[in-house]
Each structure stands twice: as C-alpha cells, then as structure tokens.
C-alpha cells in the first residue's frame, strides 16, 4: 500500500514551515511538498542560499527574519520534498510528480499552504515581454541577484515600494513611480488608522520606506490612471494619466503592481466553501478560526487562506497544526487550549494593521475591471474584455459558461490570471455582486501534467496493489 | 534587460539556447538564466501568436513555457539548469508526436 501520513503540507513557505514545525511537536508524521528547489515560499525565497552582507543589506531585516523559521524547519523532522508539484488533493491525501516520477501519499489530514499570487493587472499591452510582476523583480533579485536597469515601477501597496526601495538599496537606477493608489482611499483609510497603530512597526517601516523614495529622487508620480503598455515584439513604452495630463514614457522593463491576493486553484479544486471577500477583493476559501475548512480533510493556513502576511501566515500554521494534531487525537483539549492561545492573540494582533492596508490600497475599480474593450483579460487565451461584455450581451450568465463561450479560463493557467477579473467584469456587466457571479469551477488536475505523468501513477498504484496481494498471499 | 547585481564569479555550466551554446550559473534559475542571456521571446502563444516572457515568475502565469531537451510546455521559471540542457522556444501550440519528440 502507498505510504500514510499524519500530515501532508503543501507549500514551504511562513505558513507551510510553521505548520510543520509544530505538528512534528505533536509528534504527528508530517510530509511537506513544494514546487521549489528550497524552502522560503515567495517571501522567503532563496532564504537557505548564503547570502553576503551586500544582498543581506539590500533585502533588509524582516526578509531575514525568515532564517529562524528555515532553521527550526529543517531540524524538525518533516520529510521535506522539493521541487514537487501536487496536481491532486482528495480525502485520500494527494498525487505528485517530481522531475519526471509520480506518486501518491496518503494523509489524514491536508494543510494547503500555497500562499498567495500578484492580482491580475489587466490594461493594454500588460503581455508584451518586459511587463512583469514586482514579485517577479524582487524573485529575480532575491534568488538569481538579477537586475533591471531604468525600469518604471507602476501600481499601488506594501511590496511595490519595498521593491523599489531594495533597488535603489542596490544602487540600480529606477527610470519612475507610478502610484495607481487612488486619493479617494485617503479619508476611509485614514478611519482605520487607530486600529493599525497598534502594530505601529508595519506604519513606521512603510513611512521610513516611502520618505527614502521621496529623499531619492527618483521621478514619482501619484494618483495615475489609464495605464497601458505599448511596443513592438516587447515593451517599449508605458502610457498613463493623471489630474496634469497624458504622459508616456520609454522603458524596456515595468513591475506592475496592485496588491497580493490567495492562491486559490488547490482549494477551489477541492469543493470546500469560498467566499467573496469584500475588504480585500478576492475569493477565499471559508475557515475557521483555526484554519479548518468546510472539509473535514482539509485545513488552509497562511495567505491562500485570506491576505494577512508573512508573520500571520506563520502563527496561523502553526494554529492549525495544532487544530490537525488535537482533531487527530493527539493532542488533549486542554494542551491545544494551552499552546494555540497564545498564537491565536498573537496573530490577531499582528492582524490589525490590516483593514487599513487593505483600505489604503484598494486598487482603482480601473484596474481590476478594464474600461477598453480590446483589454486582454484571459492572457493564455487572449480574451478581451470586449468579448466577456459581448458573451454577457448575448446572455451568458457565469464564469463557467463564458468558457465555452469564449475559452477564457481554459488556458495553461487554468483560470489563474484572469479568474478574479473575470468574477468582478461580469458582476458589474450583469448587476449582480461577485458572490453570485462565482468562479471558474476548477478541477484536477490542478497543474498540466502529461498522459505519462498519470500513466505513471497508476502503474504505481497497481505496482502498489500487486505488492500487497504478494504480502497477502 | 537583466544583469547580474554585481560578478560574483562562481561556478558556471553551458546549456544550449536554440543550438547555441551559453555560459550561465550554476544551479540557477532557468528562466533567471534566460532573461539575463537576453532570450526573448521565450514562446509565442497558440491563440494569437504573440509574444511572451515570465509574468510572475512563480509558477502561476505560464508565459516563460519553453521546450527542454525536447519535451514541451516546461515552465522555465521552475526550473534548475543541468549542464547540456537543451532549451528551445515554444511557437504556438506544444507540438506532439514526432516533432515535438514527445516521450
């Protein structure tokens, strides 16, 4: 038979390293699966490379604070497997393929730590080549020490001004900032800003952040609208407007930016309830306070739970490892009461900065609902924002249908870069909210594999099934 | 255009790019490599044949898909390179059967 686990973890980051550290506490056997090389997730990325001072300096000191967690993680006893992809989970436990082999494990308990993924930027020309994500400049830099010379830094929130502040840390010239955080957000933010005062660390680092960009010099512009993006074969200009007027600028690179949302296609795949999350824009699968979803099977902690951070995703992985291990059977009520308070009040506080980020960045309706009809919304697919209103106008009434009617969503991404446009676009077109609208309904599996790669697993499960006759007999 | 932060020197392995053979790091990043070897466009897409190059670099946007020692659909973004790996650019849908020398 295929090997059983207590615990299977999925995703290496805060919230997948916490989460396994406290379960091997609670002596639960504890399997943890990533899609890299080496654990950190996004935030923590390359985290277990040596680093030299100069780097170290650039990527400042809440990225080191990664390192502790690194090294309780891997003196934990987890079995840790890199560079493996999951495509299925189930209450069975799940199916893998790495570097070409392909297995099942089976667990009674599921901890989906996937993190969470750069909101959809949908505006004119955001395919060319040179468009890319902040998160995929500070990877580039934090793992493979790469860098952009004179590139234009466009959007809003946390992680695009540090991006920008650890490149001029590094000495790399930034052509400009493009800052798409609307001044409307002001007056409704700065109501919640009692609230965040009480983690007053997250307000001090961000306004040390935002002066140093100031005091640099670099060119900055504010409340920018209508960003698009224009070249040949790749990005040659990026376009925009604000109260003063229309500008361009040439650029060969552009980071484009407006908030993080959960990685969500390995819950979604798995049926458990999700919800629209009106203080964030987003889908997020619905738990408890303790990270437990509507599936008995199946917890979720950290960002693929709902937007909290680097700090929250690790207390809330161990609050659920936690929750698994008494939900087990292996850790009285009166342990888990003991050990999950504390975390449980840690994290709630480390949460209260939160309405107000959230508020503060809220990005423009303009730049999760395209006003430009031949705005591409399904990258793999090339659909337009102009066919998703056509399908509507021709009575098309959700995410699933406009697959057949316009193959949005049936991409190699399966949905990923434009689910959550496709949810808010056709809310507004049809008056409806985006909780009625819905999402894609994803299935396994939920990343492409090859015939083989399945083929592989059931020559596996029946080399599994003939070993166990053979033991039977 | 990308370039290494500063030179570190370190160990380096040769892959092809498209028959051509490039010096890169060690143990690097696939698509990190290509970038910085000013590989573009690392694939056209099926529907419109447009351009495309990494997007998120994490594994979640598909455009740095690439063909590796003769298999399609690789995201380069969540590869290592080996010594002698053959890279390609894909063009348009994933070819199969004898073209794509498909396993």
């Known amino acids: 038979m295929n090997e059983m686990v207590d615990l299977a973890i999925i995703g290496a980051g805060p919230a997948g390293m916490s989460a396994a550290c406290a379960a091997r506490a609670c002596r639960l056997s504890v399997v943890l699966l990533d899609e890299q090389p080496s654990p950190g997730g996004q935030i923590y990325r390359g985290i277990a490379e040596a680093r030299d001072d100069r780097l170290a300096a650039i990527l400042g000191k809440d990225y080191a604070a990664g390192e502790e967690i690194y090294r309780r993680f891997v003196a934990c006893g987890a079995n840790y497997r890199p560079a493996t992809t999951v495509w299925r989970i189930g209450p069975d436990g799940l199916s893998w393929i790495s570097a070409g082999r392909s297995g099942e494990l089976a667990a009674r308990r599921v901890l989906v730590a996937t993190g969470a993924m750069e909101r959809p930027f949908p505006s004119k020309g955001w395919t060319l080549p040179g468009v890319m994500t902040a998160g995929a400049g500070q990877i580039l830099l934090k793992a493979s020490r790469l860098v952009a010379d004179g590139a234009v830094f466009v959007g809003c929130g946390p992680l695009l001004y540090l991006v920008a502040h650890q490149y001029l840390n590094a000495g790399v010239t930034v052509r400009a900032i493009l800052d798409t955080a609307p001044r409307e957000n002001l007056l409704p933010a700065s109501a919640l800003l009692p609230g965040a005062l009480r983690q007053p660390h997250y307000i001090v680092k961000g306004l040390r952040m935002i002066a140093a960009l100031r005091r640099s010099g670099v060119r900055m512009h504010r409340n920018v609208r209508a960003v698009s993006f224009s070249g040949q074969d790749r990005l040659e200009a990026v376009h925009w407007r604000d109260r003063s007027g229309e500008y361009a600028l040439e650029c060969a690179e552009a980071f484009v930016h407006q908030g993080v949302i959960p990685n969500l296609n390995m819950t979604m795949s798995t049926g458990c309830r999700h919800a629209w999350d009106e203080q964030q824009l987003c889908w997020r699968p619905d738990l408890d306070a303790l990270g437990r979803s509507s599936l008995q099977w199946l917890l979720v902690a950290g960002d693929g739970g709902g937007i909290g951070g680097a700090r929250s995703a690790a207390l809330s992985g161990a609050i659920s490892a936690l929750a698994a291990a008494h939900d087990l059977g292996r850790l009285d009520f009166t342990a888990f009461e003991r050990e999950s308070a504390p975390l449980i009040a840690a994290r709630r506080r480390d949460m209260a900065v939160r309405p107000f980020l959230d508020r503060l960045y809220r990005p423009a309706q303009g730049f999760r609902i395209p006003e430009d009809e031949e705005t591409v919304i399904c990258r793999c697919e090339e659909v337009t924002c102009g066919d998703v209103a056509r399908a509507v106008g021709e009575g098309c009434p959700g995410p699933n249908q406009l697959k057949s009617f316009t193959r949005a969503g049936m991409g190699p991404c399966q949905g990923r870069l434009c689910g959550h446009t496709v949810t808010e676009t056709m809310a507004l077109l049809s008056g409806r909210t985006p909780q009625e609208v819905g999402y894609y309904r994803i299935r396994t599996p939920i990343k492409p594999v090859t015939v083989g790669d399945i083929a592989g697993r059931i020559e596996n499960a029946e080399q599994g099934a003939q070993h166990e006759q053979a033991a039977a007999d | ?103």
Do not use: W
């Open chain 2, 1 to 103: 255009m990308f370039r290494p932060l500063d030179d570190k020197g370190g160990k380096a392995v040769a892959i092809e790019i498209e028959g051509r053979s490039q010096i890169v790091p060690a143990a690097s990043n696939l698509a990190a490599a290509l970038l910085s070897a000013g590989f573009s466009p690392f694939r056209t897409t099926p529907a419109g044949a447009a351009p495309r190059q990494p997007y998120c670099m994490m594994g979640v946007c598909f455009d740095c898909l690439v063909e590796i020692d003769g298999l399609p659909n690789r995201q380069a973004c969540l590869e290592t390179v080996r010594e002698g790996m053959h890279v390609r650019r894909q063009q348009g849908a994933a070819a199969i059967g004898e073209k794509g020398k498909a396993r």
